[in-house]
């Protein structure tokens, strides 16, 4: 069991950056895998990125490759979203999660089993 609160969204132009930040509390954060979701209004949550337990492998939706860069310090119990060329379309409510496996099941929704409350970014032109 683990709680995770996201902090770092806020109103940014297109082109600018964000840093997002997902703090967790509870046993074990090193074993657990963590992923970024977003969810516009009216829209599916959707897949961002995922990092493994050791933050040595990461995934990316192709929509954020090469913009956005996960990481973790789990000594700091605490993982990271660095978002860059921010665009319009990446204005959605971010979530970070904790899974369990690191295998094909990564970028789905059912991997996760514990969620924070979301921090809300918004792109304006």
């Known amino acids: 069991q683990v709680q995770l609160v996201e902090s770092g969204g806020g109103l940014v132009q297109a082109g600018g950056s964000l840093r997002l930040s997902c703090a967790a509390s509870?046993?074990?954060?090193?074993?657990?895998?963590m992923a970024w979701f977003r969810q516009a209004p009216g829209e599916e949550r959707e897949f961002v990125a995922v990092?493994?337990?050791?933050?040595?492998?990461?995934d990316y939706a192709d929509s954020v490759k090469g913009r956005f860069t996960i990481s973790r310090d789990n000594a700091k119990n605490t993982m990271y979203l660095q978002m860059n060329v921010l665009k319009q379309e990446d204005t959605a409510v971010y979530y970070c999660?904790?899974?369990?496996?690191?295998?094909?099941?990564?970028?789905?929704?059912?991997?996760?089993?514990?969620w924070g409350q979301g921090t809300q970014v918004t792109v304006s032109s």
């Open positions: 990092i493994s337990w050791s933050g040595g492998a990461t």
């Open positions: 999660a904790t899974g369990r496996f690191w295998d094909a099941r990564r970028r789905l929704r059912s991997n996760y089993d514990n």
């Open positions: 509870g046993r074990s954060f090193s074993s657990y895998v």
